[in-house]
């Protein structure tokens, strides 16, 4: 069976049997050569090649589908197909899969790869001290075996039917075994691109790797260059003016100027972006659920969705399940602007008024200061007095968010519902950014990632947005789409990815000069 999609593998339970892996074929005309140059935002000076520590889109797109591989990889269409995994097979419960490793790759260094790198690769993100966004998936596996030099075997503690979707995970890289240390410091992994310079928060420099495996269906340029401009003006500007040929998060207030350019292509996606404003609930006053049923009532998400997005994107209902996942509750009742609601929640939490401080920065995401003032304004009216911080775009990820009780964030979201939930609203989980506890949520989530029945997993998720809308510990207006843009010169399969920016993060690897 090739290609097989989320709903696919849903539908057929998770039959035991090979879920094989092989890429789409690229349009004829793709042809190698040139050196791309890329304008990105979300660079940081702090960043390094730890997947574990990727959070950011200019680390996420050096990184996975570029210098290093994963596992599985989220093709442009949607489906699932191996990167370094060749194949895969699970048990009946889902709980026991078993992975056939691609034969004749190597990193970087020479390296051969196989089931040793696997093995180490994971337990990298559960090792003591480790603080890694994907340790919620990872440490779902109570035993790995490698079964030959290119075939691991990997028990889960649980059934999990998206279990290969979550390989693909961009945190989850491929180390060579007993050089990890190494691996990191100079970017040593196997994929398309090898480091040719990287200066964190700066510049990355990339160059084609020869007699690659992916060799006649990824990897179109000779070298690689992408360019950290976190301005977004500045950004704008260096596309415009040629100087990059792709750049990442449009400032849809530029549009017109950028589409008035007959050297210059948009391209927009509708995923599961979603742009957040999360409080720690075991911070007062958000301690208390009332305070945040008042804040999710005071702000105009329509507004929100007219002013900051320009129309590109829709409201959102405080849970972080998009348009674009499979159970996506798109009935569920409307948190709505309503003051005389966020009064009466007021009323119910003690209060006659609020007043507190939300941390913004544009780094959070384009145009997140006016988002938070637009807000400020809005709960004026509900006794709500909002003070904007607004806080240094470097360092924000590791300075501002996790760390002060309420602020704006964004997240890319995710290919599958237990993906997203898993990532960022499991208990205790390292990016968990509300620190929300709900006992009914938690053991619906662990309930439903096992669960292989589609109407009874549809029913959870159902449930568990219900809950989070109506009790979660993050405001989330709005979900935006992924708008990005290049130069005319650039083009790429006619299929863009949706799982985020800038083709699912792998324009590196799918596009070339046309």
């Not at 440490?139 to 030959?148: H, P, W």
């Not at 990339?206 to 360019?227: L, P, Q, T």
Request: with cysteine; charged share 20%.
């Amino acid at each position: 069976m090739s290609q097989i999609s989320r709903r696919g593998l849903l539908k057929t339970g998770v039959a035991a049997g090979v879920l094989a892996a092989t890429g789409l074929p690229v349009r004829a005309q793709a042809k190698k050569g040139g050196r791309l140059r890329l304008g990105l935002a979300g660079a940081n000076t702090s960043d390094s090649w730890d997947g574990r520590t990727h959070s950011d889109s200019f680390m996420i797109m050096c990184a996975h589908g570029c210098v290093f591989d994963c596992l599985t990889e989220v093709g442009a269409d949607g489906q699932l197909k191996g990167e370094l995994a060749e194949s895969w097979e699970a048990s009946a419960d889902a709980k026991t899969w078993t992975f056939k490793l691609r034969q004749g790759v190597t990193f970087h260094n020479g390296k051969a790869f196989g089931a040793d790198d696997v093995i180490e690769s994971l337990n990298m993100h559960t090792a003591e001290g480790a603080k890694s966004a994907a340790k919620p998936i990872v440490s779902a596996i109570s035993e790995m075996k490698k079964l030959g030099e290119h075939e691991v075997q990997m028990t889960l503690a649980a059934g999990n039917a998206d279990f290969p979707f979550l390989l693909s995970d961009y945190h989850i890289l491929m180390f060579p075994a007993g050089q990890v240390e190494e691996a990191i410091a100079k970017g040593i992994g196997t994929g398309l691109y090898s480091v040719e310079s990287f200066d964190p928060g700066v510049r990355f420099v990339g160059k084609r790797v020869e007699n690659h495996y992916k060799d006649g269906s990824a990897g179109w340029f000779d070298e690689i260059e992408a360019i950290a401009i976190n301005d977004s003006s500045a950004r704008m500007n260096a596309l415009m003016t040629g100087q990059v040929d792709a750049v990442n998060r449009v400032d849809v207030k530029t549009e017109a100027l950028l589409k008035a350019n007959p050297a210059i292509n948009i391209f927009e996606v509708t995923g599961n972006q979603h742009y957040t404003f999360p409080m720690l609930t075991n911070v007062d006053p958000f301690t208390n659920v009332n305070v945040r049923r008042a804040l999710k009532h005071a702000v105009n998400r329509q507004e929100l969705v007219d002013k900051i997005l320009l129309g590109h994107g829709k409201v959102g209902n405080d849970h972080p399940i998009g348009p674009a996942n499979q159970y996506y509750y798109e009935d569920l009742e409307q948190n709505a602007y309503d003051l005389d609601k966020a009064k009466f929640y007021l009323k119910e939490a003690g209060m006659d008024s609020l007043n507190i401080d939300l941390s913004a920065s544009n780094a959070a995401f384009s145009g997140a200061i006016d988002a938070a003032q637009l807000y400020q304004a809005s709960a004026k009216g509900a006794g709500i007095n909002i003070n904007v911080v607004q806080e240094p775009a470097d360092g924000y990820w590791s300075n501002v968010w996790l760390k002060k009780p309420w602020c704006a964030c964004y997240w890319s979201g995710r290919a599958t519902e237990d993906w997203m939930f898993s990532t960022a609203y499991e208990s205790g989980v390292p990016w968990n950014d509300t620190s929300w506890e709900n006992a009914r949520f938690q053991e619906l989530l662990l309930t439903a990632r096992a669960e292989l029945d589609s109407g009874k997993r549809k029913d959870m998720y159902h449930e568990m947005q219900m809950l989070m809308s109506a009790e979660g510990g993050t405001v989330i207006p709005m979900y935006a789409n992924y708008v990005d843009a290049h130069s005319t010169k650039l083009t790429n399969s006619g299929t863009i990815g949706n799982v985020f920016q800038m083709d699912s993060s792998r324009l590196m690897e799918r596009w070339w000069f046309a």
